[in-house]
């Protein structure tokens, strides 16, 4: 299959932006495992520092919590933590972060979460004029304006990369 459909079928995330009233265009790519935003931006054409990746951390108390961060970047856990304040944040183990999120780790959107989790978002992210972020499946992302982070997920801004 050389060529895929530029459609998707609705995710819990395109349902959340439809209803919301929030315009996106579709960008569907080749999942490769491990790839990351580095193969996404690739085979897009478009800069991996407008792919947003969507993490699924916790807190100290095990409290999950999502941190949106640029494709080519890494998040800053210590300065993290020090923002949000807690004392200490780490990833949350695959099997942990998709019980939380309802997503497949690959294909995780922090729109249409299962488990309702505060949003942090590296404050970079919103100085772009548009972003690509996961639109609920592997090899798919939405491309929106970043203050629907904001807007619509009350996504509290951050200093926290690498």
């Given at each position: 299959m050389s060529k895929k459909s530029s459609h998707v079928s609705e995710?819990?995330?395109t349902q959340v932006l439809k209803r919301?009233?929030?315009a996106f265009t579709e960008h569907v790519y080749d999942y490769v495992e491990h790839g990351g935003t580095a193969e996404s931006s690739k085979q897009l054409g478009v800069d991996e520092h407008a792919v947003v990746k969507t993490l699924v951390m916790q807190d100290d108390k095990a409290e999950p919590l999502i941190?949106?961060?640029h494709g080519d970047r890494t998040v800053s856990l210590k300065e993290l933590a020090r923002q949000i304040p807690?004392?200490?944040?780490e990833p949350c183990k695959p099997?942990?972060?998709q019980r939380h999120s309802g997503y497949q780790v690959g294909g995780t959107s922090p729109f249409g979460v299962r488990k309702a989790m505060p949003v942090f978002v590296e404050?970079?992210?919103l100085e772009l004029p548009k972003i690509c972020i996961n639109g609920?499946?592997?090899g798919y992302l939405v491309g929106i304006e970043p203050q629907v982070l904001t807007e619509l997920l009350g996504a509290r801004p951050v200093s926290c990369a690498n």
């Open positions: 995710t819990p995330a919301a009233g929030v941190v949106l961060m807690c004392k200490k944040v099997e942990v972060a404050a970079t992210i609920g499946r592997r």
